[in-house]
């Protein structure tokens, strides 16, 4: 057995127990938890701020620099959205359905944990609360595997959940961080099978890809977020233009900001001089097509990569497009599935743009900036699936579970 398997056959063993403790319990000493993040944020900051360091050294982007940081507000926050989680009913054991058939069995579809489960991840911090948190509220155990950028921030917050899970008789290995961040590991935490029951990575696109190939365990995928705002031309302008402002500018280096707009041809010579300069105020570099050119001048050509791309930075493709109709086409040629906003007071095409985008969110008059558990109201996420099977946009509590069928007789057999 290697010295992976020995860790997480621990962590199996684990799942075992955390399966069958009670919300009560749970509860108890997730608040613990958040009580421990912000005693314990000055180690949290001290460990954080050698990454920040090396991130430096290392000429990462702005963007990346800003995933990567935290701060006292963005503690608290984390300690805020393991609250939350605590607030939000525990799915395990809920009865989804009950059948009663003729021959007088009862038939119950119940929520149970799904077990191991293991995520890949790069430069957010927050996640390795957020995921410990949300999977042993739903009675599972986490093994994660964080970016090497990231190594000495996500083990100060791990340290706090294993030593809170020590002090209230919890098994130390209901959470495991693996703190060897080679490729070589990868790829034999995804061999394992045997110990883990479903995969979540959370990155780029490199990683995405490689998880999926690679993993001989199930996947579920949160793809990269290429996402986009229309602009129709039934807009309300002064809406749009905030909307867009805040779509992008707000967060730049996160999965639900916008990386293209799209803009109506009809509107465009009034609302893309007020968009665009305001955006270059921020710093934004506009990347436009033809037809964008000829209306903004001295801005970058856009190429058929750049509506592909997750720049992840204050970086924005800018289209003009015929109608709603042309909208549509292009989200679905070139987005990843994961959050689009139309803005219009056109009710048809409102209906029309909400049907068809084939993406995991969508969005009329708001900012593609709400995709997100906290904001969806299932306290902290564990992630946004792209992917339509099992769980699909943010993942909550009940995302981190599966079912099984308790049926109850009384001396039937078959005939």
Known sequence: MSPLQKILKKAKDAAFVISTINTAKKNNVLREVAKSLCLQSKNILKANAVDIKLAARKKRSSAFIDRL????KRIKAMSQAVSDVVKLPDPVGKVISVIKRPNGLIISKVRVPIGVIGII???RPNVTSDCISLCLKAGNVTVLRGGSDSLNTNMAIYEIYRKVFGEN???KDSAVMLNNASHDNVKELLAEQQYINLIIPRGGEELIRTVSECSRIPVIRHYKGVCHVYVDEYADLKKALDICINAKVQRPGVCNAMETLLVNEKIAHAFLPLVVAKLQEYGVEIRGC????????????ATDQDWYEE???????VRIVKNVKDAIKHINTYGSKHSDSIITQNTDNAFMFLQQVDSAAVYLNASTRFTDGGEFGMGAEIGISTDKLHARGPMGLEELTTYKYIVIGKGQIRK
Do not use: F, Q, W
């Open 69 to 72: 940081l935290l701060d006292e």
């Open 290 to 301: 033809d037809k964008t050119k000829r209306i903004i001048k001295n801005i970058k050509k």
């Open 169 to 171: 008789g919890l098994p």
């Open 121 to 123: 991840y790069e430069s």
């Open 311 to 317: 720049y992840l930075d204050l970086i924005l493709a």
